[in-house]
């Protein structure tokens, strides 16, 4: 069983950066394709960025060239990098086991204008 464990969310103004972290731990494999996702009040949840165990890469295009997903296989830890970031960007962003199905308690980000 998989369990995930984000951190690093909280309150920045506009423009500003924050780095989200996701560790796992329990029974997973380094080749798990990973995610983050991203739900905002009264909305649907987003996938807003993918990672592959040999660094392949996706965005939504609304965080193309602002966000940064990377990966450290031995510490079995992924990382969202978010800069300049906006109003609208404020959700509960959380992390995601795509080949396991498995999610993490998620964390809170708020961008004041």
């Known amino acids: 069983q998989v369990q995930l464990v984000e951190s690093g969310g909280g309150l920045v103004q506009a423009g500003g950066s924050l780095r989200l972290s996701c560790v796992s731990s329990?029974?997973?494999?380094?080749?798990?394709?990973m995610a983050w996702y991203r739900q905002a009040p009264g909305k649907e949840r987003e996938r807003v960025a993918t990672i592959t165990s040999d660094g392949r890469t996706t965005y939504a295009d609304s965080v193309k060239g602002r966000f940064t997903i990377s990966r450290i296989m031995a510490e079995k830890t992924v990382y969202l990098q978010m800069s300049s970031l906006k109003p609208e960007d404020t959700a509960v962003y959380y992390c995601?086991?795509?080949?396991?199905?498995?999610w993490g308690q998620g964390t809170q980000v708020t961008v004041s204008s």
């Open positions: 329990g029974s997973i494999s380094g080749y798990d394709i």
């Open positions: 995601n086991d795509i080949s396991r199905g498995a």
